[in-house]
Every structure is written in structure tokens, then in C-alpha cells.
């Protein structure tokens, strides 16, 4: 494949993995948003239950993440069994750990709401949101591999289109049944509250699943098969896991590594907290792009690791680097514009919290390019089966260095917010240099033999 074709493919598959990204980000802030008129309690009550569900979908996505890699070497080989096992063992890894969260959710959910929060006042409101919407991840336990298969399949939009059905019915629904309506005397509804915020996300996923299955259901290139029974089968689970296991687990510590910054920056002055507290957001947003870039580079090299194409590889990673940094100075120009109008953006705000913001400004405009160099590292070194390796770098660089340092800078030397901060780009550049070693290496040495050992059916 001629770099040309290889940059047209990898972005026809990238703009819809991008809008993705930023829709699932907007459905978690859609239930936040239309509770906001009930007062602050609600609202404190459904930001600290999302914070609990959108980890456990983010441990989901992350699975699903890596049985896309599986699938995309199925789809490489032209092979439908390769494919239809690939699909199956991701359905049942999927499912078994929603079921272990929602098992958790429903038994510990008392002990684990007064781990988060001591407000008492809060308890119940988060207990009736979670009952409704622990079932949420059940349904995407489904959602995620059938997107994972489109994805793999190179039809990145039909998982786009399903995300666009989701979104306005879930909030159309969640307004209606959180504030109930009044049309005639007879025709009334009074609103549940945050639990109405709850029904409605079930339902609007539970479309979503729908039209995903109808698809999948109608797609020329797949042949949906039953699961076959037998040792074959429990081998190909066991194999598929343990290349998967890793990636969930990275994103699992960086969920975790992200939070304890959190914790650490509350321990900041206020103004501080707050300018921090404002940023994140746009950085998570921004980013997304950079993200599917890097998602769309690694099933492509997968695609090609299945089909045993290979002349091209290390050139064709080269270009996914380039283009990725490409993004990713794009991505710091418009962070550098947006910090010139930040007063507009958020206005009323004091004047020490702009002052924050600005001392902040030049290291979250740098903080993407270097994240954007790592992230498609990371990606294309899961693609050739170096899953372990890329959580062994991520843990080394954020759990041994980085969140000791920036809790020695603000617990142990009162740092400013500049320093405090700075760790984030930090623990970046930290990784940078064994991503692009270990890229190199495991570029140099991927063979006949290392493809055949990744096609374990």
C-alpha cells in the first residue's frame, strides 16, 4: 500500500472513531446537564455516580480496544472462522466483567458511595441513579465488541450513525422523565428526578444495541456464526484475554493515576484547583482527535499483520508517527488560541483564577504534542502484540515517577500550580523516549514467526 492510499484510509476510518469520541463524551455530560436545574444535591449526587460508570465503560472500551486489534488481523486474512472466534471471545470477556461490576455495583454500592463521598445527604440520590444505571453496562458490554467489529471491518461510520440515533433520544427522554411534563390536566407526568436521567440512558443505549445488531445482522462482509463448543474454542478465549488483559489494565491505572492528580491538585488553592479543574475537559476533548488517529493507525497495521502484508510497514508507521504530531501541533495551536479568550469563555470568573490559567496556559498548549507522539506509539506497539510492554512503560512513567513527584512538589514543598501542573507534560516526556526504543526494536524484529504467533486460531 503506497503511503497515499495508507493516509487516505487511516483518515477515512479516523473522522468518524474522532466524533465518536466526542459524542460518548457528550452523552455522559447529558444527563449532568438537564439534572442541573434541580439543585445542587442532584447534581453533586449524578457527577459522583457517572464518575463510578463511565470507569467501569472505560475498562469496557478498553477490552473492546483490544479485541478490535484481533478482529482487525481476522479481517486482514480474509478469514470469517478467525473472525467469528475473534468476535464471540470478545462477547464473552466483554459480558463476564460487566456482570462482575454490576454484581459489585449492586452488592457493594452502600460501601462504595461512602468511600466517595461523606455527605450523607447525597447517599440516596447516588444509590437510586446507580440502580437504574448499572444495567447501562451490561448493554455496552454488547455495543462495544459490535463497534469493535465495524471498526475492524474498516466501516468506522456505522458505529458514528449509531452514536447520532443515541444522543438526541437520550436526551429528549432523560428531560422528559427527569422534569416530567403537563399538557392538559389529563395528560401529565410528574419527573423521577436523577433516576429519570438513569431510564432514559438505558433506553437510549438499548437503540443503539438494536440498530448495531441489525447491521451486523445485515453485513455482506461477516458471516454471524453460533459459538463453537469445545477446547478450541476455551483456547482461542484464553489466548484472546491474555492479549487483551493488559490493555484494560493500562487504561484501568491511568483511570486510577488520573484521579489521584485530581486528588493531589485539590490540595492547591482554590483558584488553582479550579483553573486545573476547568482545562481538563478541553485537554480530554482535544485530544480525542490525536486518539483516533492513533485507533485508526493500529487497525490498519493489524489489518495488514492478518493479510501478511508487510513490505510496507515500517514506512507506513513512520507516516502514522508524522501525522500524528501533525495533529497533534494543530491540536497546541488552537489550545494557544483558546487561552487568549478564556476570560470570554468562562467570564465572572476571579481574577486569581485567570491568573492560573495563564501561568498553566503554556504547558497544557505543549502537553498535547507530546501526548500525541506516545498515544500513536502505544497503539501501533499493541498492533504488533506489545500490549505488556506498553502498560509496563505507562505504570514506570506515572505510578514509580510521575504521581510520586508531583505529590512530593505539593504535600512535601507547597509548589505552585505551575509546577504542580508540569508534571503532566512531564510524565509524557518521561515515556516518550521507551516508546520510541521499543517501537524501533519491536519494528526491526516483527516477523513471519511474530505474525504467527499473534494469529494463534
Not at 470568573?349 to 500525541?372: C, K, M, N
Not at 518521561?430 to 519491536?442: G, I, T
Amino acid at each position: 500500500m503506497s503511503s497515499q492510499s495508507y493516509v487516505k484510509k487511516n483518515f477515512s476510518l479516523a473522522w468518524p472513531l474522532a466524533l465518536n469520541g466526542l459524542l460518548m463524551q457528550s452523552m455522559l455530560m447529558i444527563d449532568t446537564l438537564l439534572v442541573s436545574p434541580l439543585g445542587e444535591i442532584p447534581l453533586a449526587a449524578i457527577g459522583i455516580a457517572t464518575t463510578i460508570v463511565a470507569a467501569v465503560l472505560g475498562i469496557q472500551m478498553a477490552l473492546a480496544n483490544g479485541t478490535q486489534l484481533v478482529l482487525s488481523r481476522a479481517v486482514g486474512a480474509k478469514n470469517q472462522n478467525s473472525l467469528s472466534k475473534a468476535l464471540w471471545s470478545g462477547f464473552f470477556i466483554n459480558a463476564a466483567v460487566a456482570v462482575l461490576f454490576w454484581i459489585i455495583l449492586t452488592i457493594f454500592d452502600r460501601p462504595l458511595i461512602a468511600l466517595l463521598t461523606d455527605k450523607i445527604n447525597l447517599h440516596q440520590e447516588i444509590a437510586d441513579y446507580l440502580n437504574i444505571s448499572k444495567y447501562i453496562i451490561l448493554f455496552t458490554a454488547v455495543t462495544q465488541v459490535m463497534i469493535a467489529l465495524f471498526n475492524g471491518l474498516g466501516k468506522t461510520k456505522i458505529p458514528f450513525k449509531g452514536y447520532l440515533i443515541e444522543l438526541p433520544v437520550n436526551a429528549i427522554l432523560s428531560y422528559l422523565l427527569i422534569h416530567g411534563y403537563h399538557i392538559s390536566e389529563g395528560l401529565s407526568y410528574h419527573g423521577l428526578g436523577v433516576q429519570g436521567a438513569a431510564i432514559g440512558s438505558v433506553i437510549a443505549i438499548t437503540i443503539r444495541m438494536v440498530y448495531l445488531g441489525l447491521y451486523m445482522h445485515l453485513e455482506p462482509d461477516f458471516i454471524f456464526s453460533p459459538p463453537k463448543t469445545g477446547s478450541n474454542m476455551l483456547v482461542n478465549m484464553r489466548a484472546h484475554f491474555i492479549e487483551i488483559f493488559p490493555i484494560a489494565a493500562n487504561v484501568t491505572i491511568l483511570l486510577i493515576g488520573a484521579t489521584i492528580y485530581q486528588l493531589l491538585y485539590s490540595q492547591l488553592a482554590i483558584n488553582a484547583y479550579v483553573a486545573i479543574t476547568l482545562v481538563m475537559p478541553w485537554i480530554r476533548a482535544g485530544t480525542q482527535f490525536i486518539a483516533a488517529w492513533s485507533h485508526s493507525s493500529a487497525i490498519t497495521v493489524s489489518q495488514a499483520i492478518g493479510s501478511k502484508k508487510m513490505d510496507d510497514l515500517v514506512k507506513n508507521v513512520d507516516t502514522s508517527i508524522d501525522i500524528a504530531v501533525i495533529i497533534s501541533i494543530l491540536c497546541a495551536a488552537l489550545f494557544g488560541v483558546m487561552s487568549l479568550f478564556m476570560s470570554q469563555i468562562y467570564p465572572n470568573l476571579d481574577e486569581t483564577t485567570y491568573q492560573a490559567l495563564a501561568i498553566i496556559a503554556p504547558l497544557y498548549i505543549f502537553l498535547p504534542i507530546v501526548r500525541g507522539y506516545n498515544t500513536v506509539h502505544g497503539n501501533i506497539l499493541r498492533a504488533v502484540g506489545q500490549t505488556t510492554a506498553v502498560f509496563k512503560i505507562n505504570f514506570t512513567g506515572q505510578w514509580l515517577i510521575s504521581i510520586p513527584l508531583c505529590a512530593f512538589l505539593i504535600l512535601g514543598l507547597d509548589a505552585s500550580i505551575f509546577w504542580a501542573f508540569a508534571i503532566q507534560p512531564f510524565e509524557e516526556v518521561v515515556k516518550a523516549l521507551p516508546f520510541r526504543q521499543l517501537a524501533r526494536k519491536s519494528l526491526k524484529e516483527f516477523n513471519a514467526e511474530k505474525v504467527q504467533k499473534l494469529m494463534y486460531d
